[in-house]
């Protein structure tokens, strides 16, 4: 009954910028982290980013300085904004949050995911 659903993935030449958002919905009591990763074709899930309910951030070394995480807690929205974009950005990007919500029977502790969102670089 929890749901991530992203959005913003697009076409973009490198260099340019792009602002991921990802809206948590459904059944929730409260969400502790949240967290985008990325997947490439052929290539494992990697993360890309992670921030806690207190706001506190950890990114990839591949992304520093580029790319920033945020969360609006109001909305149960975590945001990604990438700047200066490289091809090898080129990757499917799914959200992820850890969070207490509503299952059969009772509460539990849930990590949920997105369904993800492409994003495509071009050189």
């Known amino acids: 009954q929890v749901q991530l659903v992203e959005s913003g993935g697009d076409l973009v030449q490198a260099g340019g910028s792009l602002r991921l958002s990802c809206a948590a919905s459904g059944s929730i009591l409260s969400i502790n982290n949240m967290g985008w990763y990325r997947q490439a074709p052929g290539k494992q899930r990697e993360l890309v980013a992670t921030i806690t309910s207190g706001g506190s951030t950890n990114y990839a070394d591949s992304v520093k300085g580029r790319f920033t995480i945020s969360r609006d807690n109001a909305k149960n929205t975590v945001y990604l904004q990438m700047n200066s974009l490289k091809p090898e950005d080129t990757a499917v990007y799914y959200c992820?949050?850890?969070?207490?919500?509503?299952?059969?029977?009772?509460?539990?502790?849930?990590?949920?995911w997105g369904q993800g969102t492409l994003v495509t670089v071009s050189s």
């Open positions: 992820s949050a850890d969070l207490w919500g509503g299952i059969s029977g009772g509460v539990g502790y849930l990590e949920v």
